[in-house]
Every structure is written in structure tokens, then in C-alpha cells.
């Protein structure tokens, strides 16, 4: 148990190192760094689209990195915005690492980008523990999933300078109990903003923008992301040997190494 302690630390404590050193970086070329992590079929590509749309059309140099366990699907989504993405092909780890990130940066990210969308691996679970060197984490979720998704994945919701709602334009047909919802990502998360999104009317996607634009701008986002850290070291998230369960789960023994494509 101790040694299986001990790597979990080490392992997390060379992604965190790795990391700031990208946030420093990042911060010198001047670049946003948003994480959007999610559950799969939250609705975060559709949102992400509609909000890298809107950015270039109010004159933003904006990019995206996407990661998925397979197929090309949201890196070709996404460039319909006009928008510069790079799909990375993870190979069954359920969750992006700064090294990868950073990998990704140095080699392919368009010079001057001032806003850069890194859409998480599906999944609140992996993702949650991994700093990316970003500037703002948003965990979104959909009115389909449960008002009780906060309390049973505090770190990624705690973690979050921003909670997005998605797909409330449903949230009558499927009972979504708004008033819970809310009561639950304050337990975990006091103060932080909500916001309430519709991909396919278009609610809240200029608010969203205006979020980043203003982080972009100077101002702090609500929230450190060493609250990841503090909930982690109290057991409230599953680290690198759970991660290892997932692996085995999407890899099927192929063991590859993760490839980024470009789109």
C-alpha cells in the first residue's frame, strides 16, 4: 500500500512540475489555456465548436487541441469553425498529461494564438488530477446526467474556476432539477460560477467567451487549481492506479503510445 502510495505521489508530483513549467511558457507567448473536461456525451465538442466560431468572429486567434481514445470524429467538428485543431489519439489512457501537451504545443501551435480549447478525454474521473499547465478548468455536464454529478466527482467539480451546464434546452423534458444541481456544485465548489448553456440555441455561448476573454484579459479566475491537489490528498479522486484500470479497460493490450493527428 505504501509503495503503491508512493508512485501515485511521484507520478503526479513530475505532471504537476511539468506543468507549471508549460503555464510559465504558455504565459510568455501569451496564450489562454483552457481544460474542458467532461463525461462522454456531455455535449462539450458542439459547445466548443459554436464558441471557437464565435472568437474568430470577433477577430480572436484561437486553436484547439481534442483528445479521444480513437477516431478523428471531433478534431473534423471542430475545424468547421475555421479554427487551427490538432486531434490527439491517446491509445487507451483515459486523460491528457502536460508532457503531452506541451509536446503538442512546441510543435504545432500556431503563432500568435491568444485563446488555446483543450478538450479533455471524456471522462470526469482520470482527467480531474492532471494539471495541463492551463489557465482556466471547466467542468461541464449535461442536464442529462444527474444533479448529483458534483458530489459524486468532487475533484473535477472542485476544482473548476467555471461550471458549465449543457443541453438546457432539454432540462424540462428530462426533470433536471436546476435548484439541486446547484446546491450540490456549491458543496464542493462555494462561489464558483455556473453558467447555463445550450449548444443548439446558442444560449450561454457568448457568456462563455466573454469568461475566457476576460481571464485572457487579467482577470483571476475564481478558483486555484491546487484545489485538485488539497482534494486528492484527502482520497476524493482516483489517481494513476486507477487511471491503469482504465487503461486496461480502452487499450485491450495494444499498448500504444499516445499519437497526435492533425485535422
Known sequence: MCRSVDVRTAVLAKNDGL??????ELARRRVTAVNLLSSPGSGKTALLELVL????????????????LA???DARRLARSGAPVRQVL???LCHLESAQ???????WLPDPTRLLFVENV?????????????????????????????LKYPTAFGAAHLVVLTKTDIADAVGFDDAAFTTAVERVNPGVE??????????????????VLAVAGGVAPHAPLLAAKHLRAHGHDHGPAQDRHHEHDHDHGHGRAPRPTTA
Do not use: H, W
Open 71 to 73: 477516431t478523428e470524429n
Open 122 to 150: 471524456g471522462n470526469l474521473v482520470c482527467p480531474a488530477s492532471y494539471d495541463l499547465g492551463e489557465t482556466l478548468r471547466v467542468t461541464l455536464m449535461s442536464v442529462t446526467e444527474g444533479e448529483d454529478k458534483p
Open 194 to 211: 455556473i453558467l447555463r448553456t445550450s449548444a443548439r440555441t446558442g444560449q450561454g455561448v457568448d457568456t462563455l467567451l466573454d469568461r
Open 101 to 107: 501537451v506541451r509536446a503538442l504545443i512546441d510543435d
Open 90 to 92: 491517446t491509445g487507451g
Open 19 to 24: 506543468a507549471a513549467e508549460l503555464r510559465a
Open 53 to 68: 466560431r464565435r472568437a474568430r468572429e470577433r477577430g480572436q486567434t484561437v486553436a484547439a487541441l481534442t483528445a479521444d
